[in-house]
């Protein structure tokens, strides 16, 4: 069983599109998170969010939006797709809780490819 | 989290043993040292962490130097496998809340056979 999964793995859409990319997680965590590695391969974190609160990176375009029906799971809608935008998306998820002393390990799914033409 | 510097790449031999360097000379007390690794075309995996005392698991080893200044993962026998860009980490032990990682450049690691 994949413990995190991500919907479409690979994306290719026009520029100005809205588009959505989906994540689920099965291992009962409360936590879930959205990278962007870049063509560089520099993976910056965009949102991670649970129950709590939303913590959304300061550097994350508004058109960018994280949706959670349930905590299982946290999609990504973009709004108004840019070439810029072009990248691999990484969701993931952990356990809240101590921050580094458990480990609180983060499960990363295995990336959705979007390129923007 | 705290900044850490590692080279930007290494290379080994299959089964011989890596040891991949990370400096962390601004950790605080209650950093954890974390290493993540990401396979090509992979997300990144967890490894290892610790805080002072050295650790092993089923993957690797963790050297952590007295003053907590710097760390070295270590690869016992190297395969193929464990070619990937290796991150070393530091997670504050924050108490809570959403936190997440904070990935530097890494160290790309080559295996030749």
């Known amino acids: 069983d994949t413990a995190v999964s991500q919907t479409p793995k690979y994306l290719v859409t026009q520029m100005g599109n809205d588009k959505s990319i989906k994540c689920e997680q099965n291992?009962?965590?409360?936590?879930m998170y959205w990278y962007k590695q870049d063509s560089k391969k520099f993976l910056k974190i965009m949102f991670s969010?649970?129950?709590?609160?939303?913590?959304i990176n300061e550097t994350v375009p508004n058109r960018f939006s994280p949706k959670s029906p349930d905590k299982a799971h946290l999609n990504l809608h973009i709004n108004s797709l840019e070439l810029g935008d072009s990248a691999v998306y990484f969701c993931a998820s952990s356990r809240t809780g101590t921050g580094g002393r458990s480990g609180n390990t983060i499960y990363f799914g295995e990336g959705s490819w979007l390129t923007v033409v | 989290d705290a900044k850490t510097t590692q080279p930007n790449s290494m290379e080994s031999n299959e089964e011989e043993p890596v040891h991949l360097p990370c400096n962390h000379s601004?950790?605080?007390?209650?950093?954890?040292i974390h290493w993540y690794r990401q396979l090509p075309s992979q997300g990144p995996e967890y490894v290892i962490h610790g805080l002072t005392s050295n650790v092993n698991n089923r993957m690797a080893s963790l050297a952590i130097a007295e003053d907590r200044k710097s760390s070295t993962l270590i690869l016992h026998r190297a395969t193929l496998r464990d070619a990937a860009v290796y991150y070393c980490i530091l997670r504050e032990d924050s108490g809570g809340g959403a936190d997440g990682l904070t990935f530097g450049k890494g160290t790309h690691l080559i295996i030749q056979p």
């Open positions: 601004t950790i605080s007390g209650t950093d954890y």
């Open positions: 969010y649970n129950n709590k609160e939303l913590i």
């Open positions: 291992l009962g965590h409360d936590t």
